[in-house]
């Protein structure tokens, strides 16, 4: 990934539209946006997605902001918007037992290629939300909270968002006793109970420390050490943003 073209400046009031506008100008159209959902949930796939948007009031979508800031009905009606208009778009599902083999960190590298590699239409750049993904083929910047600056990143975060709520409100009806519809998979007291009492489903990722814990498969004495949390795949609770 790269920084901004040389000459490209993006105001810090120049709004959601700002980069993709920037971009432009410097002949890097089309743009790309690029993020995942569920990352951080201990059950139910990954999702990733892709979007470009068009240029001018077609571009301009209703509403649209980062999906953890919008209700469910708001992303619904922003989802629509999104595949009504966008020049291209896709959304990767990587499966909880991909996840497992992959580790987080590559399986989610891994869905952000696939989202880009899938587009119809090739982006001449590609922004992505937080971190660099290499392996992109094209030119990209990774930007600080993209999903609240960016346009393209925003409409992407809500694809991936609101398909993988889809999966786990479907998911509640093939295993009720975890509650999926109501946490998503992410790390709640409600999950927690459910996991505690049941034990893991096949759609929980088993390299999460509290999954292998209701598994029998770990310790349960003591707190897991700090430093130890990333390596050990600790899932941390839910946002009321992510949950909801």
Same mark, same amino acid.
């Given at each position: ?15 959601? %539209? ?11 159209? /089309? =743009? ?9 949930? &201990? ?7 892709? =979007? ?18 919008? *209700? ?5 009606? &922003?989802?629509?918007? =999104? ?32 989202? =880009? ?34 346009? &393209? ?9 609101? *398909? ?11 295993? /009720?006793? %975890? ?6 998979? %992410?790390? *709640? ?6 996991? $505690?009492? #049941?034990?893991?489903?096949?759609? #929980? ?24 949390? #990333? ?11 992510? $949950?909801?």
């Amino acid at each position: 990934m790269t920084g901004l073209p040389r000459g490209s400046t993006v105001r810090r009031d120049a709004g959601l %539209y700002g980069y993709e506008r920037a971009l432009r100008r410097a002949g890097l159209a /089309p =743009v790309a946006g690029v993020d995942e959902a569920g990352r951080g949930a &201990c059950a139910g796939p990954l999702v990733a997605a892709a =979007v470009i948007l068009p240029e001018g009031r077609a571009g301009i979508v209703p509403g649209l902001a980062d999906s953890k800031l919008l *209700t469910e009905r708001a992303r619904e009606r &922003c989802y629509t918007q =999104v595949v009504r208009r966008a020049v291209a778009w896709s959304v990767v599902v990587v499966e909880a037992e991909e996840c497992d083999r992959l580790g987080m960190h590559v399986a989610n590298l891994e869905a952000l290629r696939r989202g =880009v590699s899938r587009l119809d239409v090739r982006p001449g750049y590609v922004l992505t939300d937080g971190f660099a993904v290499d392996g992109l083929d094209v030119p990209g910047l990774a930007v600080w909270k993209g999903d609240r600056v960016a346009a &393209c990143i925003a409409a992407a975060s809500v694809l991936a968002k609101v *398909t993988r709520d889809r999966i786990m409100v479907g998911l509640d009806a093939t295993y /009720p006793a %975890y509650g999926f519809r109501v946490h998503k998979g %992410y790390v *709640t007291d409600l999950h927690t109970e459910r996991l $505690a009492a #049941h034990g893991p489903s096949p759609e #929980h990722r088993m390299r999460f420390v509290n999954v292998r814990r209701a598994a029998g498969a770990e310790p349960s004495a003591g707190p897991v050490p700090a430093g130890s949390r #990333h390596r050990l795949g600790w899932s941390r609770p839910a946002t009321p943003e992510e $949950a909801s």
